[in-house]
């Protein structure tokens, strides 16, 4: 991909000391926390929103983001549900951690606003122009057609690692046996829903096993996984599930939008048709893109591992925690297999994690660190995503001075991520 366009011929439509790709949860909190350590920052994001998963992908409610009782995850994951909070977006009677996904939008403009962050939307990466080890431009697509943008320090922040894919960087995808990925899901939300009168977690499950016998649901999930939301009569379904299908592939993207499609309709009819407390129920919203949980991960210095996880490591150069278990939904059909941490325990995600292997001035803040794939079912969770993006920002106005992240300070940035609220392990007052 890299050098496919000549640059030479393309306008330069912005130029920033810090450039991230990707307005997610990860993204997000890289731009921001750069931003607010003095760097000039542009975020630029297909959509005409921020926010990724959290809002095109309608994923919720966050995953838990403590360890014995304590929160592991602050910084500015705690003051962005602060500000959900303020807004009236956090929390719901049956699901304390759930947010309001619209809530979710202005909260995460009004960070970038107040931050001073720079904000290209409706673009897309399209390119990436790289030299002696470095990313020295990046091509974008928009409505304004293809234009290049400038920049000292990169961070990827899409999910996929486009960025760090398509400057060449070393890639792994899927699981070792046959690459596929963890499938992905097509969230939607049923709307006037009678609560009070849905029956139990098994007592839907026997409902949706008869319906998939008599041929009336075409999904491989084993069960029925829903959440309670922010709102009254809302039920959000996380069930859909697709698989053997690549994110980083237009075709596969297609099919698995049409089949997450057909399983929504599927589901919905048997909600209505089936199952108590949903009779006078309608689909509210399918998510604008289907949800991915996995697609690249990108190698760096460190390579996080499952038993790194499972063991709760620490880490001299940890700059973001995480207790969530492995769990991988089945990445070619049914079960899900969950391991959980010893109780109370939490891991560190190393700064070296963050770091793609052969470039000087990228840096990763997204669920593609270089990890494996069972660490990579732990830590994708949006909690921990954005305790590695508050870092990931951090890190690249720190490694400004000498444009290479390897020059930054790690004891130092460890320090600073704590003087900012964040939990260090050894190093926060817990
Ligand atoms: C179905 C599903 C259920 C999940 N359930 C939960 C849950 O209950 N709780 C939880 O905490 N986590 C959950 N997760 C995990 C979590 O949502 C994601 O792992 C997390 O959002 C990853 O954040 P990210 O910033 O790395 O990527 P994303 O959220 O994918 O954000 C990437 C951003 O980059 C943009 N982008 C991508 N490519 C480009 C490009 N080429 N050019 C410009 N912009 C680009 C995208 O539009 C997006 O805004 C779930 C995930 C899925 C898919």
């Known amino acids: 991909m890299s050098n496919a366009i000549n640059y030479d011929a393309l306008d330069v439509a912005d130029e920033a000391e810090v450039v991230v790709v990707g307005g997610g949860p990860g993204g997000l909190c890289a731009a921001v926390a750069a931003a607010?350590?003095?760097?000039?920052?542009?975020?630029?994001?297909?959509?005409g929103f921020l926010g990724g998963m959290a809002t095109a992908g309608l994923v919720n409610p966050f995953m838990p983001w403590v360890a014995g009782g304590k929160p592991i995850i602050r910084g500015l994951f705690e003051r962005i549900t602060g500000r959900l909070d303020e807004y009236g977006g956090w929390g719901g009677p049956r699901q304390p951690s759930a947010f309001d996904e619209e809530m979710f939008k202005f909260v995460a403009e009004d960070f970038c606003a107040e931050a001073g962050v720079r904000l290209q939307l409706h673009t897309m990466l399209a390119d990436v122009d790289t030299?002696?080890?470095?990313?020295?431009?990046?091509?974008?697509?928009?409505?304004?057609?293809?234009?290049?943008?400038?920049?000292?320090?990169?961070?990827?922040?899409?999910?996929?690692?486009d960025l760090a894919a398509w400057a060449g960087a070393e890639v792994e995808i899927g699981r070792?046996?046959?690459?596929?990925?963890?499938?992905?899901?097509?969230?939607?939300?049923?709307?006037?829903?009678?609560?009070?009168?849905?029956?139990?977690?098994?007592?839907?499950?026997?409902?949706?096993?008869a319906a998939k016998e008599r041929g009336e649901i075409d999904n491989p999930r084993e069960n029925v996984l829903k959440f309670f939301t922010t709102h009254d009569r809302q039920v959000h379904f996380n069930t859909t599930r697709v698989v053997m299908?690549?994110?980083?592939?237009?075709?596969?993207?297609?099919?698995?939008?049409?089949?997450?499609?057909?399983?929504?309709?599927?589901?919905?009819?048997?909600?209505?048709?089936?199952?108590?407390?949903?009779?006078e129920a309608w689909l509210e919203e399918m998510a604008p893109q289907i949800g991915i949980r996995e697609s690249r991960r990108i190698m760096g210095d460190y390579l996080l591992t499952v038993d790194d996880v499972l063991e709760a490591h620490k880490f001299d150069d940890g700059i973001a925690r995480g207790s969530y278990s492995v769990d991988i939904h089945n990445p070619a059909g049914t079960g899900t297999v969950i391991k959980r941490l010893?109780?109370?325990?939490?891991?560190?995600?190393?700064?070296?994690?963050?770091?793609?292997?052969g470039f000087d001035n990228l840096l990763i803040a997204a669920r593609c660190i270089s990890c494996d794939h069972a660490a990579h079912s732990s830590?994708?969770?949006?909690?921990?995503?954005?305790?590695?993006?508050?870092?990931?920002?951090?890190?690249?106005?720190?490694?400004?001075?000498?444009?290479?992240?390897r020059s930054v300070d790690v004891?130092?940035?460890?320090?600073?991520?704590?003087?900012?609220?964040a939990s260090i392990y050894g190093l926060s007052e817990e």
């Open 131 to 161: 030299a002696d080890e470095a990313i020295t431009s990046i091509a974008t697509l928009s409505k304004s057609g293809l234009r290049q943008v400038h920049g000292e320090i990169f961070i990827d922040g899409t999910g996929d690692g």
């Open 411 to 421: 004891d130092a940035l460890r320090e600073k991520l704590v003087d900012r609220g």
């Open 342 to 357: 010893p109780p109370g325990e939490a891991y560190d995600v190393p700064y070296r994690c963050i770091t793609p292997r």
């Open 245 to 279: 299908h690549d994110a980083t592939n237009a075709e596969d993207m297609t099919d698995a939008e049409l089949i997450g499609r057909r399983q929504v309709r599927q589901m919905v009819r048997f909600l209505v048709d089936h199952v108590p407390g949903f009779e």
């Open 36 to 47: 607010e350590e003095g760097a000039d920052v542009l975020l630029i994001e297909r959509y």
């Open 379 to 405: 830590m994708r969770v949006m909690p921990i995503v954005m305790a590695i993006g508050e870092a990931a920002g951090c890190a690249a106005e720190m490694a400004l001075e000498e444009a290479d992240v």
């Open 176 to 209: 070792e046996e046959d690459g596929h990925c963890q499938p992905m899901t097509l969230c939607f939300r049923m709307m006037n829903v009678n609560i009070e009168a849905m029956p139990s977690r098994q007592e839907i499950n026997e409902l949706y096993d």
